[in-house]
């Protein structure tokens, strides 16, 4: 009987969520929400950057005799530049 209440302690504990009284009009990110993106996010989009910008080299054969580049440069470049370098800590 005690496991039973163990058991069943531990799922109720385990599955629910604790409700945090917060400012549902503030729109400024959380301290966890800043911690997260500087420790995995900025890198990985600084990764994704040098990856894409190299994408973007390799296909220049392809999209310049399409007339695409301007394309290509805007989705392989800019996108990930401006989400990695130019966008506010915390906003997603």
């Known amino acids: 009987m005690k496991r039973i209440f163990i058991l069943f302690l531990f799922l109720v504990l385990s599955f629910s969520t604790p409700a945090f009284a917060e400012d549902p009009a503030s729109n400024s990110p959380s301290v966890k929400d800043i911690v997260e993106e500087i420790l995995w996010i900025k890198p990985l989009g600084f990764f994704r950057v040098v990856l894409e910008g190299a994408a973007y080299g390799i296909s220049l ?3 310049i005799p399409l007339q695409k ?9 800019e996108d990930p530049y401006s989400f990695t370098f130019k966008r506010p800590l915390g906003e997603m």
């Not at 290509?72 to 470049?77: G, M, N, P, S, T």
Request: aromatic share 8%.
């Open 61 to 63: 054969p392809v999209t």
């Open 69 to 77: 580049k301007d394309e290509a440069r805007e989705f392989l470049i």
